[in-house]
């Protein structure tokens, strides 16, 4: 009866590597360093949560962190478009290690360039 939603394609299991392989090249990358804390490890924690229920599955960020409302989450971070295409970049490198199904893939990204457009809350003359 329950309809198979994105997060039952990718499983658990896909899901936490891809964050880990994501988060690897964010700790690496020179355009997000200086944002991001040392230890990443709490951040990929609530990306897991976070893209569980983005995807269609269980609500557990909003089980432990309440409303996403992820703009404003953002907003005491200086998110450039620089930064943008960064984090972008990073989460195509991963999917690729990780290695998605192309066409799960292709629908994943395009939702996540939105999101990371959208996050965008500063110029890139302040990066
Ligand atoms: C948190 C940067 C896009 C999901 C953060 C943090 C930074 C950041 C600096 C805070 C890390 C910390 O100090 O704990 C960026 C940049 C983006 C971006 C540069 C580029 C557009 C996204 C997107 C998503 C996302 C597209 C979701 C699809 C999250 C989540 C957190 C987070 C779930 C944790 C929020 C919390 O503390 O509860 N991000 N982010 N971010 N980001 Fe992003």
Redesign the pocket.
């Known amino acids: 009866e329950k309809r198979l939603t994105p997060y039952d394609a990718i499983g658990e299991e896909k899901l936490s590597s891809l964050v880990d392989a994501f988060y690897k090249r964010v700790g690496n990358h020179p355009d997000?360093i200086p944002?991001?804390?040392d230890d990443l490890s709490?951040?990929a924690r609530?990306?897991k949560?976070?893209?569980t229920q983005?995807l269609g599955g269980p609500p557990l960020?909003t089980q432990e962190?309440g409303h996403?409302m992820?703009r404003a989450?953002?907003l005491p971070?200086e998110?450039t478009p620089l930064?943008?295409k960064?984090?972008?970049s990073c989460m195509s490198d991963a999917m690729d290690e990780v290695e998605l199904e192309p066409s799960f893939r292709d629908f994943f990204y395009s939702r996540?360039a939105m999101?990371?457009?959208h996050?965008?809350n500063t110029p890139d003359e302040n990066t």
């Open positions: 997000l944002i991001f804390p709490e951040v609530k990306q949560q976070f893209l983005f960020y962190h996403p992820m989450r953002h971070h998110i930064r943008a960064a984090w972008l996540l999101t990371a457009n996050m965008i």
